[in-house]
């Protein structure tokens, strides 16, 4: 049995936040999965999804705890990577849907307002 490091629990906790948060926003939200390789998973179905991002997320982890082993320094620096790598995507990918999201509601609005002549106010003078 491998033991799982805390780098690897939290890669684990950002995969499965990941994908909690993809199924709802694509089922709620119409939002579309930002990896290619995912989107075409997830094309196929919610199950076969869930599915392939567990192996994709699990594997490469067990192997990584595997090597701990071997060589510690580098797996653990590679975790440490891949966290933060993980989540600069994640919060990048959110931070673009909300982007989006906002362009969508405010393709509609009216900037009338800010393109209309500022009205004078007569109580106030400007010298020339």
């Given at each position: 049995m491998v033991k799982v490091s805390r780098d690897g629990m939290i890669l684990t906790a950002i995969g499965m936040i990941d994908l909690m948060t993809t199924i709802f926003l694509v089922n709620y939200r119409e939002a579309s999965e930002g990896n290619p390789v995912m989107a075409y998973y997830l094309h196929q179905g919610i199950p076969v999804f869930v599915l392939a991002k567990l192996i994709l997320c699990l594997g490469p982890?067990?192997?990584l705890e595997y090597a701990r082993r071997h060589r510690p320094k580098m797996v653990t620096l590679s975790m440490r990577v891949a966290i933060a790598a993980y989540?600069?995507?994640y919060v990048g990918g959110i931070s673009?849907?909300?982007d989006f999201a906002l362009q969508a509601r405010t393709r509609n609005v009216s900037m009338a307002w800010i393109e209309s002549p500022c009205i004078p106010?007569?109580?106030v003078h400007v010298k020339h």
């Amino acid at each position: 049995m491998v033991k799982v490091s805390r780098d690897g629990m939290i890669l684990t906790a950002i995969g499965m936040i990941d994908l909690m948060t993809t199924i709802f926003l694509v089922n709620y939200r119409e939002a579309s999965e930002g990896n290619p390789v995912m989107a075409y998973y997830l094309h196929q179905g919610i199950p076969v999804f869930v599915l392939a991002k567990l192996i994709l997320c699990l594997g490469p982890l067990y192997l990584l705890e595997y090597a701990r082993r071997h060589r510690p320094k580098m797996v653990t620096l590679s975790m440490r990577v891949a966290i933060a790598a993980y989540l600069c995507a994640y919060v990048g990918g959110i931070s673009q849907l909300n982007d989006f999201a906002l362009q969508a509601r405010t393709r509609n609005v009216s900037m009338a307002w800010i393109e209309s002549p500022c009205i004078p106010n007569p109580n106030v003078h400007v010298k020339h």
